[in-house]
Structure formats: C-alpha cells, structure tokens
C-alpha cells in the first residue's frame, strides 16, 4: 500500500495541470483518480452539492484504536493490518459488537443540520464484515452481532426524509476475511489466492444487495480496485450500472471507470478543474474511530476548508468515526453543528457553485453562481480595502452577503476595490457579492500573485512557478502515523544555476517586505547556496536541514527569512530562485512568503 500510494498525487497533479509522464503505473490499477469523462445524467446533484458526510464504521470502531491493551495511531480502520490480527480473533470483535446508541434519524438530522447534502457510509470496509444485512455472507451485522439489526436500512431511510443523498462505501478487492479477497497476507497466502472467486462470490452478491435493498443510492464509493482487467472492471461497473443508472461511482472502482474524481486528504488540486470531483478529509486524524484521537478540526478549518474545495469547483466530503457503541464523537457533532450555522447564513457562496475567476487572494477565495462573484473573506486588510484583480466586468452591485448591505466599490481598469465594513477578524469566513455584468471571464493561473501590505502575511505557493531545467512542481505524500496521507505542492529538482523557478508578484503597495522561503530540505541538501532575484537585487542564502524525506514520517519545513526587499512603487515583479552550484536538490519548497516590514 504504501509503496503504492505515493504515485497517487504526482498523477493528480499531472492531471490537474497536464504535465509530462508519470513514472507510477502501479497507481493506474490501485489508486485510481481518473473518471470516465462520460457524461452522467444524474450528476449535477453532486455537482451543486458541495459537502459530504462520509462515516467509517465498523468491528474496528469497537476497538476504538487498541488491541491487546496496545494503542494504535493512525487510519483506525487498518487495526487489523497493523497489529496483523488473525482472521479467527478479530471475527469475535462482532459477538461484542452493539451499537445500541445508534439511532438513523440523529444521525440524519446531525446531517442536516450541518448542511450536509449527502452521506456515504461504509458498508464493508477492508476487514471485509458486512454492516448489512446480507444473505451472502454471515460474516455480517445481523447474523454475527448480539444488535441483530440493519443500521443501514434505518440510515437509508432517515437520510432520505432529512433530504439527503445516501451512498455506500464498499471495499471491493480488499477483504481481511477472506481466503481469496485482496491483501490479507498474515492468514493467506496471497500467491495462491482466486480473486475472480472472491469478486464472483462476495463482492458482486454483495454490491448487488446494497443496490437492490436500500433503495436509489446516489453513489456507490468503490475503494481499493484490484484484481480486476480493464474489461472485467467495465463489466462489474455495466451490471452494477443496471440495477442503478443514477448512480454515481467513485474514481476508485478503477481502470478510468469511476464516475468522478477522488482526491485524497489534504488533497486539494492546485488550479480549479471543470469536472467532477470530489476531496475527502477525516474530522481528526483516522477515519475509523480511534479514542485517543483527539485532533479535530475546528469548524473555522471547515469552513474555510469547504470554501477552499468549492473555489476549486469540487465537493468536500468529510469523515466522521463514530464509536462503536453508535456514539458520534462529541468534536465532531459541535463543529459540524457550527459549520451548518454558518452555511445557513452563506450557504448560496457554497451550494451550486462553481470555482470563482479570481484566483486565491491573501485575503481569501471566490466561488462563482451566475452573475454573482462571492468573495470568501479569511483575513480582512487592515484599512478595509479589499482588491479583487483580474475582473473586467462592469459592476452592478457589492454587498455583505449576510445582511445584504451595499459596500462602496470602484474599479480601476480591471482592479474591483471594494471598502469593507467592519467585521470580526476571527470571523471563520466572511462572504461578499459581487453582481455584474456580462460572462464570467475565464480563470487565470497565470495572474501574478497579490502581495499587499494590508495583510501580516502573503503566502506564493509552489503552484504558481514556472520552472526551468529539472526544477518541477511535484506533490509530496508523506504520512504521520499509519494512513493519515498528507500531499505538499513542492518545488523539487532544482539542482543546478539552470534548475531555476520563477514567480510573478505583483506589490500592491510600496515598502519594505521581509522574504520567506517555506521549504524542506534533508542532510544531502542542507548547506547548498542559493540566490533569490527580485527587482534587482541579488540575495545569497545557505540551506538548513530539516528533516529527511520519508513517507512514513512528517515531512518537517522551516520558513527561513532570506532578505528584504524595498519596492519604491507598486507593479509586477519577477522572483526568481536558484543554487549557486550544481549539486543535490536544494530544498523541496512549498511557498515564497512575503510580509510586510
Ligand atoms: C483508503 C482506505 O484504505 C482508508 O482506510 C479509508 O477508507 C480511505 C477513505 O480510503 O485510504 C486512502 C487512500 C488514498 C488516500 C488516502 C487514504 N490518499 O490518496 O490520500
């Protein structure tokens, strides 16, 4: 898995920006990120959705992280792959397995009260049990546990009367249980191992009763293809596609065939893209429960995080763990509760949405519906004067969005000015409308990056370069624990003079500012020179040593002081970085940060 895993996002990245080759093929088969490109009939339900619910549960949440008195950190759901338990012991998890504190219609109105405009629940996840009623396999929620009932039934039904899309989760090539499913290597030996009989005998029944049983699924999430040709994969989509036309199926059913785009956690694509996707996140750091996980994300991250996704064209899916008694984590309904209070007041800056023409602003993001521009506002400037560039439509009105109070505005060619009221600065998002006149001009990834003075901070991410030589734009995967896959946008290969990037700023206001540069760099690395170009000055630096790259560890950055600059006006400005001399990759660097002096 893990060797695997790190091919993922170079892919994505390819995807999204179109580059060169890939070097993993591996990832073709087993993370699968492309869609079929087909038009589906049913998708502009997800296409207006904007926020997910996805809940891991399963034997694992009653195990809560530990076995055997040892605690395990990481993706919850792969205690059984960790602490490699045997097939035998983990299946008597299930005779202490009841949730009598689950209860559908909570859970759904939870849902609804976060804003949430569908839910995908895991109906079998890797360690292959069944949280269904299923005649295929006794390995399951009725048959095997003393709580003898379908949570998925009721779930189904109280999702549907809150107004919300139902989906399911299914592993299909990776099942523990199994003799003959995917990746239980500590039980079975994988080389004699039938995987046609698997899929014959319990991934298809199976798939077959989720989407017979529980009425119209709005996605069946496939996780993990394997197994399966290109042509054995069409087929299993055709007669899974039979029994549901408007279903959508995940990226990860494989071989191209998936329905949309899948993005892992903290994966974001850089520019906006035009198809359908979709970015998962976990609330804390596992996506099955885990009690001693307590790193939630305040709903400030969520928010922001659901108008970064939506500023992109995509949904954000976000996961919960419940525990195995049927509990959802205290964390995690209080956040999802405020982030649904801030979606009632701004909910039209999210829902329906498409990704603004504005690109990432040090202020904050854009989504776009019709004639409205919404400015997603995180960080108000210090006088109130809010820039959005790159808008060269007339202007019709500029208001808070939510008390409707028209702001003063003037444009300047295709600078917008607009003075902002007053309003609390630890405010998660404050959101203002723009309504104008004539098409949206399309997105510019190009534009130079604002930095401005009115901000204690401007951040050029790595997405913005150009690159010359073997200097490249890559995304990093790396993890803490187990499975809490983290992707950085790098620069990477700049190992020569002629390895250079290049950036386009524009200063919005004269000064002095202090530059950053936000990187990571190993013991190979550390100690190189290299040269920062701006507006006509030369700045040396030297490289510090941060931390070795390893996928299986955090990949630790520095943000490194290397100069100031003085801009005697405002413009466009070039600045360029590169070594001094030929020897191993400078750094990876994630941004160039300028702060004003
Ligand atoms: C997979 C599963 O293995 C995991 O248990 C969980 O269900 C998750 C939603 O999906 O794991 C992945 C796969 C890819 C990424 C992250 C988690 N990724 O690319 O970031």
């Not at 293809?225 to 494989?254: I, N």
């Not at 602003?361 to 519906?369: E, L, S």
């Amino acid at each position: 898995m893990k060797t695997r895993i790190v091919c993922l996002p170079i892919a994505v990245l390819l995807f999204a920006m179109n580059h060169a080759a890939c070097y993993g093929q591996s990832m073709e088969q087993m993370w699968d990120t492309t869609s079929n490109k087909k038009q589906q009939p049913n998708a502009q339900w997800f296409k207006e959705a904007k926020f997910g619910l996805f809940i891991h549960w399963g034997l694992y949440s009653k195990l809560a992280g530990s076995w055997k008195g040892k605690r395990y950190y990481g993706s919850g759901e792969w205690i059984m792959n960790v602490a490699k338990i045997p097939v035998r012991e983990y299946e008597k998890v299930a005779a202490d397995f009841n949730p009598v504190n689950f209860n559908a219609t909570k859970w759904a109105m939870l849902a609804r009260e976060a804003g949430i405009k569908y839910l995908v629940i895991t109906a079998k996840h890797h360690e292959g049990f069944a949280m269904f009623d299923s005649k295929v396999s006794d390995y399951n929620i009725v048959k095997a546990t003393p709580y003898k009932n379908d949570p998925m039934k009721a779930l189904a039904e109280a999702t549907r009367k809150q107004g919300i899309r139902f989906g399911f989760y299914y592993s299909q090539f990776v099942d523990w249980h199994e003799p003959n499913g995917g990746k239980n290597t500590w039980d079975f030996d994988e080389s004699k191992k039938d995987y046609q009989l698997y899929y014959q005998q319990k991934a298809i029944p199976q798939l077959k009763e989720l989407l017979t049983n529980y009425g119209p699924l709005g996605i069946v999430w496939f996780d993990l293809p394997g197994g399966l040709t290109k042509q054995e994969t069409q087929s299993l989509v055709d007669s899974l596609h039979k029994l549901q036309p408007q279903s959508l199926f995940s990226s990860r059913v494989g071989q191209g065939l998936g329905d949309y785009k899948d993005f892992g956690d903290s994966e974001i694509p850089p520019v906006p893209i035009n198809d359908l996707w979709e970015s998962i996140y976990t609330h804390n750091d596992s996506w099955g429960y885990i009690r001693h996980d307590m790193n939630f994300k305040s709903s400030k991250e969520i928010i922001q995080l659901l108008a970064k996704v939506a500023s992109r064209g995509g949904n954000l899916m976000l996961n919960i763990g419940p525990d195995g008694e049927g509990n959802i984590p205290y964390y995690s309904v209080k956040y999802l509760k405020e982030t649904g209070r801030w979606l009632q007041a701004n909910g039209e800056s999210i829902y329906g949405t498409e990704y603004g023409f504005v690109p990432a602003q040090p202020w904050g993001v854009t989504t776009r519906k019709g004639s409205k521009l919404f400015l997603h506002v995180f960080n108000r400037p210090k006088d109130g004067k809010l820039l959005a560039p790159g808008f060269p439509n007339a202007v019709r009105s500029v208001y808070s969005l939510a008390d409707k109070k028209s702001l003063a505005w003037k444009k300047t060619n295709t600078d917008l000015i607009i003075n902002l009221p007053a309003f609390k600065s630890d405010a998660p998002s404050t959101v203002f409308v723009i309504e104008y006149a004539g098409g949206a001009p399309s997105y510019d990834a190009k534009a130079p990056v604002t930095i401005s003075s009115q901000f204690e901070t401007n951040t050029v991410e790595a997405i913005k370069a150009t690159t010359w030589g073997e200097a490249a734009i890559k995304s990093i995967t790396f993890s803490h624990y187990y499975g809490d896959w983290k992707h950085e946008t790098c620069i990477t290969g700049m190992k020569a003079p002629g390895d250079s990037t290049t950036f386009s700023i524009r200063v919005t206001q004269p000064g002095d500012y202090s530059v950053i540069l936000d990187y990571s760099c190993g013991r190979e690395s550390a100690g190189q020179e290299g040269r920062v170009t701006l507006n006509g000055n030369e700045f040396l630096f030297k490289t510090l040593r941060t931390s070795e790259y390893d996928k299986a560890a955090p990949l630790l950055f520095i943000k490194k002081p290397v100069a100031i600059v003085n801009f005697t006006k405002a413009g466009v400005y070039s600045l360029n970085i590169h070594p001094i001399q030929q020897g191993p990759e400078l750094f990876k660097l994630k941004s160039v940060i300028l702060e004003p002096m």
